[in-house]
């Protein structure tokens, strides 16, 4: 029955506002065909992809991170949802490019050398390109080389990395350190998390904060990244 409600609803009869409306909604749902289709017919209808990415996108899944941070929500809906604005990134990506958008930021992502636990830095990934990130997720087991080339090869804003090993989270310090060594630390913002991690962890460690999921960490991206901006303006 829910999939016959759905094809009742012609999305290219819908005016503008209620189509980025029903987008958030099948966003929700993770119903990636009707994301293509509402993105492409908002492109068609001459909208930016920067404003299709921020006002139908970003904003449905920043509704998501909220029900996913309350509890309303869990992982597989999150990744469903995740996997829907992918098939709308799938259009946009390439004009993003082109049109030289200004995106939220860059983030480097990555979980600790010696360790090789990916599903909630994946969730995270997932969850900052919902709020408009570019993110380079470096995988698993990362080391502070790799992690430090991959910052300033891209010119990240941020550097996030993950652990679910006691073992392996003390790694976080030995990046952070290095970072200050060469002298790099104060160009970057810090996030850390994983199971085991807790906020004073993430202060001993010398973090801008720790998040303790995917919701939190893309909240705290786009605070830390804006505070920054402004800053400095």
Same mark, same amino acid.
């Given at each position: 029955?829910?999939?016959?409600?759905?094809?009742?609803?012609?999305?290219?009869?819908?005016?503008?506002?209620?189509?980025?409306?029903?987008?958030?909604?099948?966003?929700?749902?993770?119903?990636?065909?009707?994301?293509?289709?509402?993105?492409?017919?908002?492109?068609?209808?001459?909208?930016?992809?920067?404003?299709?990415?921020?006002?139908?996108?970003?904003?449905?899944?920043?509704?998501?991170?909220?029900?996913?941070?309350?509890?309303?929500?869990?992982?597989?809906?999150?990744?469903?949802?995740?996997?829907?604005?992918?098939?709308?990134?799938?259009?946009?990506?390439?004009?993003?490019?082109?049109?030289?958008?200004?995106?939220?930021?860059?983030?480097?992502?990555?979980?600790?050398?010696?360790?090789?636990?990916?599903?909630?830095?994946?969730?995270?990934?997932?969850?900052?390109?919902?709020?408009?990130? #570019?993110?380079?997720? &470096?995988? /698993?087991?990362? =080391? @502070?080389?790799?992690?430090? *080339? %991959? +910052?300033?090869?891209?010119? !990240?804003?941020?550097?996030?990395?993950?652990?679910?090993?006691?073992?392996?989270?003390?790694?976080?310090?030995?990046?952070?350190?290095?970072?200050?060594?060469?002298?790099?630390?104060?160009?970057?913002?810090?996030?850390?998390?994983?199971?085991?991690?807790? #906020?004073?962890?993430? &202060?001993? /460690?010398?973090? =801008? @904060?720790?998040?303790?999921? *995917? %919701? +939190?960490?893309?909240?705290? !991206?786009?605070?830390?990244?804006?505070?920054?901006?402004?800053?400095?303006?």
């Amino acid at each position: 029955m829910a999939d016959e409600q759905y094809e009742e609803i012609d999305l290219a009869a819908l005016p503008d506002a209620d189509l980025v409306q029903q987008m958030h909604s099948d966003l929700y749902d993770g119903l990636g065909e009707e994301i293509a289709a509402g993105t492409q017919i908002l492109l068609d209808r001459g909208w930016s992809a920067e404003k299709v990415l921020n006002d139908a996108l970003v904003e449905g899944m920043r509704i998501v991170g909220i029900d996913f941070r309350d509890g309303i929500l869990f992982v597989p809906e999150v990744l469903l949802a995740a996997n829907a604005m992918k098939a709308g990134m799938a259009l946009l990506r390439p004009i993003l490019a082109e049109t030289g958008a200004v995106r939220a930021g860059t983030v480097v992502l990555g979980t600790v050398k010696g360790d090789i636990h990916d599903i909630g830095k994946n969730l995270v990934a997932m969850m900052l390109e919902g709020a408009g990130f #570019e993110v380079i997720d &470096l995988g /698993v087991n990362t =080391d @502070a080389d790799r992690f430090i *080339a %991959a +910052i300033q090869e891209h010119k !990240a804003d941020i550097l996030g990395m993950s652990a679910l090993l006691t073992t392996t989270m003390p790694y976080m310090k030995v990046v952070i350190d290095e970072m200050k060594r060469r002298g790099l630390r104060d160009d970057y913002i810090v996030l850390v998390g994983g199971a085991p991690l807790n #906020e004073e962890f993430g &202060l001993a /460690v010398g973090a =801008d @904060a720790y998040c303790r999921d *995917a %919701a +939190i960490a893309a909240e705290t !991206a786009r605070r830390l990244v804006e505070a920054r901006r402004a800053a400095s303006a």
